[in-house]
């Protein structure tokens, strides 16, 4: 995809996107120990460079949270790295939960993986978007406070652009045709009006299509933007990246760099390896796909 076409103000840029997602093992009765045990959380980093000159290149990275953690940030030197508690689950409250977590926490993941991403391509981007996927509305101001000031720190300078991607909402939208049926709208149709979910810029978009069922939206919720690129343009560059996925043809619901995080941190989760990591020579690959 050509970035200038969809994003004009972007024509003579490098443009950085990063996806970013965490993915939670299911929980395992073991019968001896009389609990249920939840294998650590895996996060995923994938940062998508588009040069001024339109070549793409990329960078990857992984790291091991505490199981249930959804936030890649700063862990607090008075809290251990495991814990036991009790589920909230009818079919498990006679057990308890052991949460595994990794023996060390790394601290500013993100900021050094955003550091060693430039380093790798000898780039500093003149744009960075984040699309941060898999946060709730609770956890907002918390990602807010963390993850986005590390993104921040890494390249000061840059036009920065950090969305929080929800795929799994309750709201739909429908349209009433000309003869009076109601369908689905359109794939790349974009709903901006305010619902009063959050206290953000937001917006919705429809980015496939259906036939059999309603058309899912995704709601991107703006946490900051610098303003220097018109929202209408970061729109229709956030559809175009949803037709940009390798593994597919046509459009996916969420944009590539985010669903590129999605497979990774999966991988990387069901493995048996015991402390994932990415060898350096695979940095810069889609060896994931």
């Not at 994938?46 to 290149?57: D, E, K, L, N």
């Not at 809290?79 to 036991?84: E, I, M």
């Not at 149709?189 to 059999?212: A, M, N, R, W």
């Not at 990246?241 to 990774?264: E, G, R, V």
Request: proline content about 5%; hydrophobic content about 35%; glycine content about 6%.
């Amino acid at each position: 995809a050509e970035v200038p076409k969809c994003a004009p103000a972007l024509s003579g840029k490098s443009l950085m996107m990063i996806g970013i997602d965490v993915y939670h093992a299911k929980k395992r009765f073991v019968d001896g120990r009389g609990v249920y045990t939840q294998r650590r959380s895996i996060g995923a980093f994938i940062a998508v460079i588009v040069t001024a000159q339109g070549s793409y290149r990329t960078s990857c990275e992984v790291v091991e949270v505490e199981a249930r953690k959804e936030l890649l940030c700063r862990a607090d030197s008075d809290s251990d790295t495991s814990s036991v508690q009790s589920s909230g689950d009818a079919s498990t409250q006679a057990a308890e939960v052991d949460l595994q977590g990794p023996d060390i926490t790394r601290e500013n993941t993100l900021e050094k993986f955003i550091k060693r991403s430039m380093a790798e391509h000898k780039i500093t981007p003149d744009c960075m978007i984040v699309y941060r996927d898999g946060v709730g509305d609770s956890q907002l101001e918390a990602v807010k406070q963390t993850e986005m000031l590390q993104a921040q720190r890494a390249n000061p300078h840059c036009n920065f652009v950090y969305m929080v991607v929800q795929k799994r909402i309750s709201t739909r939208f429908f349209v009433e045709k000309q003869n009076g049926e109601v369908g689905n709208p359109s794939p790349g149709c974009i709903v901006e009006q305010d619902l009063g979910h959050v206290s953000y810029p937001d917006f919705y978009l429809i980015p496939t299509k259906t036939v059999l069922s309603t058309v899912k939206p995704v709601h991107y919720i703006v946490l900051h933007d610098d303003k220097k690129v018109p929202m209408s343009q970061l729109q229709n560059l956030t559809y175009t990246m949803c037709h940009c996925y390798p593994n597919w043809t046509d459009s996916i619901k969420l944009p590539f760099p985010t669903q590129l995080a999605h497979k990774l941190a999966y991988q990387m989760g069901e493995s048996q390896i015991s402390k994932p990591e990415i060898h350096k020579e695979l940095h810069t690959t889609y060896f994931y796909l």
